[in-house]
């Protein structure tokens, strides 16, 4: 039973257009959502994250959405960039349990 | 360096035999973590540890892993008896405290033949 699912395997933007990573979960313990982005052949880095007593966590081209009710959290990056092209994760704490789950990623190309 | 560091980068190892992976965290950083993750998924959560204890060894998938943590600092994920299965990049983490952002390393490529 996958707790975070990252539904869209793969996406493919132009640069300076919008690229919208989107993110399911089930657990409604979860209360705090993160965004991590991997290059090939290193670990995963932290770009933003979300406490659930938000809904919206704004970083400079990065924004979070939370949507509680609908257990859904969005990631948009704008404008995107070539460098952007990565594989995204979500990943979902339940700090009460102290457990954390990881999405599939998500492979983010932006084409030039 | 000031990153998390893991060693070694890749290990080639033939079935039935143990497996040593080790990780150095960031100074300071009291929560430590393990994943794993196989080829075309995502990462699968193996142990944390808050200083030298694990309050949760749920994520790991048999009794043949093991993890420790001494001194608050490095960690070892020893895999006994290597299965074919268990070929996968293995990713520690560290973090200033539980809940936080993690900080990776950059993993240990694990292949059994």
């Known amino acids: 039973d996958q707790q975070v699912k990252q539904n869209s395997p793969s996406l493919s933007v132009q640069e300076g257009r919008i690229s919208i990573l989107n993110c399911d979960y089930t657990?409604?313990?979860?209360?705090?959502f993160l965004w991590y982005k991997k290059y090939p052949a290193e670990g995963p880095t932290f770009l933003i994250s979300i406490s659930s007593i938000k809904d919206k966590n704004e970083d400079g081209r990065f924004t979070v959405f939370l949507n509680k009710s609908a257990k859904h959290l969005s990631l948009h990056i704008v404008p995107s960039q070539p460098g952007d092209s990565a594989v995204y994760f979500c990943a979902a704490w339940d700090t009460n349990a102290g457990k954390s789950t990881f999405g599939d990623g998500t492979t983010l190309t932006v084409k030039p | 360096g000031a990153g998390v560091s893991q060693s070694p980068s890749n290990k080639v190892t033939e079935k039935g035999k143990d497996v040593e992976l080790r990780c150095d965290p960031i100074s300071g950083h009291t929560a430590l973590y393990w994943y794993r993750q196989s080829l075309g998924q995502g990462l699968e959560f193996l142990i944390y540890?808050?200083?030298?204890?694990?309050?949760?060894k749920s994520g790991l998938p048999s009794d043949r892993f093991s993890a420790e943590r001494t001194g608050g600092s490095v960690s070892t994920l020893t895999i006994q008896r290597t299965q074919q299965e268990d070929s996968a990049v293995y990713l520690c983490?560290?973090?200033?405290?539980?809940?936080?952002?993690?900080?990776f390393g950059s993993g240990t490529q694990l292949s059994v033949l």
């Open positions: 657990n409604s313990m979860f209360d705090y």
């Open positions: 983490a560290s973090s200033p405290g539980i809940y936080e952002k993690l900080f």
């Open positions: 540890f808050q200083g030298n204890s694990a309050p949760d």
